[in-house]
């Protein structure tokens, strides 16, 4: 029997466990921190494929989405919070709504179902009025994500997984012929496995230079604002057009555009900023204030609501803006599952599916296709330097 020891017990690392012991793989999930407690727990549950155009990450964005709804189904979509709520992205110039036409009718042109909105009112009563348009998915969907992982994980416990908190993964053992066999936990014991998958999140390029296969994964800095409970008032996830740029942009600089939604407890939050300042902790009031600004220059009801609190999590940022997904031919047995950017909870089950793949055989480096694009050997050539800037 296959043995897979997970580094991370994110929404990555959760999933990769549940879709790996479906497949009998024999699962050892190890984290040094409880389940979800990284990156899964700092952002929004957004399931999108609205924000991403034609290429490698839309394509893994809709087999995502279709996992997640198998996975909603395994688990119980009541009990991951799973909703179908669709995405309104609204424009808020003539121009602006213009190329936010142009952007949908390259998605229509990969499947995706973009729907132009003339009437932006008819579908979010509590919009501004002055909205000129906007483009309706009706596919983006939301989870909860720390609900998710931790019924993930559960299930592949179910199913005869071990996970082992409080273990800090420090180092690889390796063979003679340099393949990976394991790793050493940071207090000496040795976790054998025939394949290690480092699902570390924004940490995965500091395990990836433990696994001695350096993939470049920094972190970039993003605050949510949660709102007093409401009633229903926001029907959808309802983000400016403007967000897809600075997804898509590498500025270290600091980065604002809106993303509303509600949730299932009446919260409001509101995201999302996107700055790359390393791991500082510290909070930016110029960050909260422009971000309020914004949403309630989209939804004006918002000026008369109370924030409850800010939270902040670091994203795992890739210069590329893709995750790094398969095996590394510098480390044989390393399989890596991170650099997800924002989109790791959304794009974390159809990930899933690629390294359960990887692992048993279906998909390998070079019958990728379509997902070699995702291949960690793209980074092959950047030395330590160049990784630690990109
Ligand atoms: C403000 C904000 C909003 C976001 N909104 C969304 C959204 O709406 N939709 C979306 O799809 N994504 C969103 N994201 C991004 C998303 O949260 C991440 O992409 C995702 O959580 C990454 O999951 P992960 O499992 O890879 O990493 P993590 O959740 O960080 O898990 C990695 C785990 O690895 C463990 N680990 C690290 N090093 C070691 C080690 N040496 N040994 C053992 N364990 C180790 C950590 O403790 C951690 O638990 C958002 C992020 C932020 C910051």
Not at 298 to 318: K, W
Request: aromatic letters at 4%; proline letters at 6%; charged letters at 20%.
């Amino acid at each position: 029997m296959t043995r897979a020891v997970i580094v991370g017990a994110g929404i990555v690392g959760a999933a990769c466990a549940e879709a790996l012991t479906r497949h009998g793989v024999d699962v050892v999930v190890v984290d040094r921190n409880p389940v979800g407690s990284g990156t899964t727990s700092r952002g929004e549950g957004n399931i999108l494929v609205s924000d991403k155009g034609p290429g490698a990450e839309l394509a893994l964005a809709q087999l995502s989405r279709r996992a997640w709804l198998e996975v909603g189904d395994l688990l119980g979509r009541e009990r991951i919070e799973l909703e179908e709520k669709g995405g309104v992205v609204v424009a808020r110039t003539g121009a602006g709504l213009d190329s936010l036409h142009a952007f949908a009718e390259g998605q229509r042109a990969a499947g995706v179902t973009a729907l132009d909105v003339a009437d932006p009112l008819a579908l979010e009563p509590h919009l501004a009025p002055d909205i000129p348009g906007a483009v309706h998915y009706p596919e983006d969907m939301q989870v909860q994500p720390v609900l998710a992982a931790a019924e993930l994980l559960a299930a592949a416990v179910d199913r005869g997984a071990t996970f082992r908190g409080g273990l800090d993964a420090h180092a690889a053992v390796t063979d003679s012929d340099g393949s990976v066999s394991g790793i050493r936990a940071a207090s000496g014991e040795v976790l054998e496995a025939d394949v290690v998958i480092n699902a570390a999140g924004t940490w995965g390029g500091e395990v990836s230079e433990r696994l001695g296969a350096p993939v470049p994964v920094l972190p970039r800095r993003g605050f949510i604002l949660v709102t007093e409970p409401l009633p229903p008032l926001v029907r959808h996830k309802v983000y400016s057009a403007d967000y897809v740029d600075n997804v898509g942009s590498s500025d270290a600089g600091l980065e604002t555009s809106c993303v509303v939604e509600g949730t299932r407890r009446g919260t409001i939050l509101i995201g999302a900023s996107r700055e790359r300042v390393g791991f500082d902790t510290s909070l930016s009031v110029t960050v909260v204030e422009t971000l309020a600004r914004q949403a309630v220059t989209i939804f004006p009801f918002l000026a008369r609501v109370n924030l409850l609190r800010v939270y902040r999590g670091f994203r795992p940022y890739c210069p590329d803006h893709l995750p790094v997904i398969g095996p590394d031919p510098r480390a044989p047995g390393v399989i890596h599952a991170c650099g997800h950017e924002g989109a790791g909870i959304g794009l974390a089950a159809g990930t899933a599916r690629l390294v359960s793949d990887y692992v048993t055989g279906g998909l390998t480096a070079t019958t990728a296709g379509e997902w070699a694009a995702l291949l960690p050997d793209r980074f092959a050539g950047l030395n330590k330097e160049a990784r630690q800037q990109a």
